[in-house]
């Protein structure tokens, strides 16, 4: 076996080996040991991978399974966008399954651990796939891999909270019209070229205007956007985050809707391509005036959460908006603010969830009740909250800052001055909502009876470890932009090219 | 005794099931059948017990821990075929690979026939584990309430 | 009346709108979670058969390998209901030249294949196929029309296996009416094997690769439904219902007091 020529498929093939045999390990430890030495055997492959990849010449690797040659075999492609996905999705869950221990040993019965592990590295599994792969049906099939763990995984929070089941199922019935949709969008795509992967399927639409691409276009578009969560598609999403067990919150947030929006990326700009005629309306009447609109209502909805959880859930669609509004520049600008943006959410949500997850483990609640003077008596977990929360406004020397100057020198240099001065306004709003809640937790006088009155200690280390090396990665990539710049800056090139430049 | 002629009826075709359900399972690789098929038959002939003969008696037969173990081993089986294939130096599932010196790719018929069987036994462990769970929950309601 | 036409002719992708719209507006419209999950299956039927439409060849047979090199995998029959009986597991080959033996065979072959639409056309197909010039080329060959009908069958054409084909007449000639009429036209049906499996390599198979991607999303809707129904069954375990709107009244209450209920009942009076 050649290491570096199945380094492609390595990500996958780890842990969707490794997931079933946690089913048969004895309860206890070893379930939770043995997924997390899977992701972290995933992360090492995912560096390496990012590593060749970007220093090949021709900027993709390309892996054909079963070596059956695309356009007829399922191809994995991996360019310096994806690589960037899957080093995020992987990074992220080698930091929550360490992570998750002593959270599921609190929410999770016993009996359902090794489950539980087993479907969050499905989860993953589906996820790094969906990110992998250069065939547009191959997405489908590893989409609803990942979201019926997801769906599975929602629902084990029905032991704290049975809402979790409702939840749960609005998410299946959301998230599965969104992947038939896309289905759809692919038959018609298929129908159209009668091919299926991705770089043939953008060679075969070139110069190809028929109502059957178009309905394709419009099909996937939607299908996406339920799955990824754009605005007024949101309405599974806040529950879902809200009644999940609090390390599945960490990890989905983190990643489930950056994979969805890379799918998206990847779909407007490999495959359709700036000469598809609808893909300036598109931009303009569609991905611009819902990710702004996104950016104001569901910010605003957030700050009137009582819920932390739940106020997350909205800034996270609201963010999702910034996203949204990155791509729908069209220039390599916007496409680089974008791809950052993608990261750096991930790194700033998944700290603050881990932060909340600590705070149900001492406290047993997510209301902000619950975090009444945390800060004398969590402070690391407070801290930890309070920096990630600043990432999240976007204060200079963190990664939320990075994605916002990012943002805010595309808008300009695209012309919508008035996008940039909307971002800083909901940036505002984003300081208002964690504003109140750092205020809760530093000036607040902690409850000394009732059902928040919690001992005064910290969450234990196997928590605040991980929760601290990724309130790190907030600081340090924003301070160094070296990597996550300079990387979404080539990927969103490397798009662009293929795309066929501005339109 | 109660229901005799639905009990016959499954010890006669009991057996039947179980044979087409292989038949469809080794035609899988240049024919319509396959895994998939195969390992649905499969969990049928035991549903069927299991309806004329009560959950319980079944679950005697194949208890979940079996099913929970097959279920890992068939998707182990899957997975493990297309390692196997990067360990002999081919791409993940290059079934090539299996017998490279084979005129007419016999390592084709070979893998797609391990894979099969991993995907038969997972998706019959599968189907019976649902099986299980659904009827096996204790209906707290009345009748009439329905 | 042109228009009239252009709606029939493409009435199947009717049938996948009107499944469509019906499944949407049974998720979106009823409050049972259950049939909520009919609705999204009825959802992701018509998805399948609008696939299968993609899939469509005119006067294509179905996608099962049909001959070319028949030591690799033996044959299937055409795949239909019922085809189970071991009789029927022919390769295509002498199945088509079943078809090309002289009158009131085929109508024995009829019965056999149960006289399916599937069949007929196949048995067009080949009959529209040249057969003449296949014909010479066989004789060409210098394997000429040996003396017996069973014989004719063992001889390889184009480097054909000659055991599995043997297997493979030996178990289509278990009925005997086949028995019969392979007998009764020995020469032709000798002749029409050859030409079948020269035939065999430009059938016409309508796509496979739409059926493939089908049975992937059908697993996969099996798996959301599954999923679906357990999640409802916790449910009804976990408020004693599966009406939406009674669930989120419950939740109101168990959030908000008993006002909630007040309120509830207010605005559905």
């Not at chain 1, 991705?198 to 059957?212: E, T």
């Not at chain 1, 603050?352 to 975090?371: D, I, K, N, T, Y």
């Not at chain 2, 360990?87 to 390592?107: F, K, M, Q, R």
């Amino acid at each position: 076996m050649n290491f570096a020529e199945q380094l492609p498929v390595l990500p996958i093939i780890t842990p969707l080996v490794m997931a079933p045999v946690t089913l048969l390990l004895p309860k206890g430890r070893a379930p939770w040991a043995w997924a997390t030495l899977a992701s972290w055997l995933t992360f090492a492959a995912c560096v390496f991978l990012l590593r060749e990849v970007s220093a090949s010449s021709a900027g993709f690797i390309s892996y054909h399974l079963g070596d059956w040659a695309p356009p007829l075999g399922i191809e994995y492609r991996v360019d310096l966008a994806n690589a960037l996905v899957l080093l995020l999705v992987s990074g992220i869950a080698s930091l929550v399954f360490p992570f998750a221990y002593r959270s599921v040993q609190l929410e999770i019965d016993e009996r359902q651990s090794s489950l539980f592990y087993g479907a969050l590295l499905i989860c993953m599994t589906g996820l790094l796939g969906v990110t992998i792969t250069g065939d547009a049906f191959n997405v489908f099939v590893f989409l609803e891999i990942s979201s019926l763990s997801t769906y599975a995984l929602i629902a084990m929070g029905a032991r704290r909270d049975r809402r979790a089941l409702t939840a749960s199922f609005n998410y299946l019935v959301m998230g599965t019209i969104g992947a038939t949709f896309f289905v759809i969008g692919i038959g018609l795509l298929y129908q159209a070229t009668g091919t299926l992967n991705m770089a043939d399927l953008h060679d075969k639409l070139a110069g190809n205007h028929s109502r059957v691409v178009d309905a394709g276009f419009a099909f996937i578009v939607v299908g996406m956007g339920l799955k990824l969560a754009m605005f007024p598609m949101h309405l599974w999403l806040p529950n879902a985050y809200t009644y999940a067990p609090s390390a599945v919150s960490a990890f989905i947030a983190a990643t489930a809707t950056k994979v969805a929006v890379y799918v998206l990326i990847r779909f407007l700009y490999s495959i359709f391509g700036f000469d598809f005629s609808f893909m300036g309306s598109a931009f303009t009447f569609v991905l611009l005036p819902l990710g702004l609109a996104g950016m104001f209502v569901a910010s605003f909805v957030a700050v009137f959460q009582d819920d932390v959880k739940r106020m997350l859930a909205y800034s996270s669609v609201a963010q999702i908006g910034y996203m949204l509004l990155g791509l729908s520049f069209a220039t390599v600008e916007g496409l680089t603010a974008s791809l950052v943006h993608v990261f750096n959410h991930a790194l700033m949500k998944g700290a603050l969830f881990m932060a909340v997850a600590c705070v149900v483990l001492r406290a047993g609640s997510h209301s902000v009740e619950a975090f009444a003077g945390l800060a004398r008596r969590m402070p690391f977990t407070t801290w930890a909250f309070i920096l990630s929360g600043l990432s999240l406004i976007g204060v200079p020397l963190t990664v939320g800052f990075i994605s916002k100057w990012y943002l805010l020198q595309a808008a300009f240099a695209a012309g919508h001055w008035y996008a940039g001065f909307l971002i800083v306004a909901s940036s505002l709003i984003a300081l208002l909502y964690v504003g109140r809640i750092v205020e809760v937790m530093v000036l607040r006088e902690p409850a000394e009876e009732g059902k928040y009155a919690i001992p005064a200690r910290d969450a234990p280390l196997s928590m605040l470890i991980p929760m601290w090396i990724m309130v790190a990665a907030n600081i340090y990539f924003g301070v160094n932009t070296e990597l996550t710049g300079e990387i979404a800056r080539r990927a969103a090139e490397a798009l662009m090219m293929v795309a066929g430049g501005a339109p | 005794m109660e229901r005799l002629i639905l009990r016959v009826t499954t010890k006669l075709l009991f057996a039947p099931i179980i044979l087409f359900a292989l038949y469809v399972q080794f035609h899988g690789d240049y024919g319509p059948g396959g895994g998939f098929q195969a390992g649905v038959i499969f969990a049928v002939a035991f549903i069927l017990h299991a309806f004329c003969y009560g959950l319980d008696e079944t679950k005697k037969a194949v208890p979940q821990k079996a099913l929970t173990v097959a279920m890992v081993i068939g998707l182990l089986f899957y997975v493990g075929t297309g390692v196997a294939t990067m360990l002999l130096g081919a791409n993940l599932l290059g079934y090539d690979s299996i017998d490279p010196d084979s005129t007419h790719h016999a390592g084709q018929h070979y893998g797609i026939l391990l894979v099969e069987w991993g995907v038969g036994m997972c998706v019959a462990s599968t189907m019976m584990t649902i099986f299980y769970h659904f009827t096996g929950r204790e209906p707290d309601i009345n009748q009439e309430d329905w | 009346m042109e228009w009239f036409d252009f709606v029939l002719e493409r009435y199947n992708y009717w049938i996948v709108i009107i499944l469509m719209m019906t499944g949407l507006y049974i998720v979106f419209a009823r409050g049972n979670l259950v049939k909520k999950i009919v609705g999204l299956n009825l959802f992701q039927t018509s998805v399948f058969i609008y696939y299968l439409t993609i899939g469509k060849i005119a006067g294509g047979t179905a996608p099962i390998y049909v001959g070319g090199e028949l030591d690799h995998g033996g044959g299937h029959g055409e795949e239909a209901p019922g085809h189970d009986a071991p009789g029927h597991d022919a390769p295509q080959g002498s199945d088509a030249s079943l078809h090309e033996t002289p009158e009131g065979a085929s109508d024995h072959v009829n019965d056999l294949f149960g006289g399916e639409a599937g069949s007929d056309k196949i048995a067009n197909d080949f009959a529209s196929n040249d057969l003449k010039e296949t014909l010479k080329d066989f004789q060409a060959q210098g394997a000429a029309a040996p003396t017996g009908g069973e014989a004719s069958l063992h001889t390889p054409p184009e480097g054909v296996d000659g055991k599995i084909a043997n297997d493979a007449f030996q178990n289509i000639k278990k009925p005997e009416s086949i028995e019969f009429s392979i007998g009764d036209g020995h020469e032709a049906g000798a002749n029409s094997l050859a030409d079948a499996v020269h035939q065999a390599s430009e059938v016409i198979y309508t796509n496979p690769l739409p059926h493939v991607l089908i049975l992937t999303a059908i697993v996969v809707g099996v798996a959301t439904t599954a999923v679906g129904l357990a999640l409802a069954v916790r449910i009804r375990e976990a408020y004693g219902t599966i009406e939406e709107d009674e669930l989120e009244v419950i939740d109101n209450v168990a959030e908000f007091g008993e006002e909630a209920r007040a309120r509830a009942e207010g605005a559905a009076s």
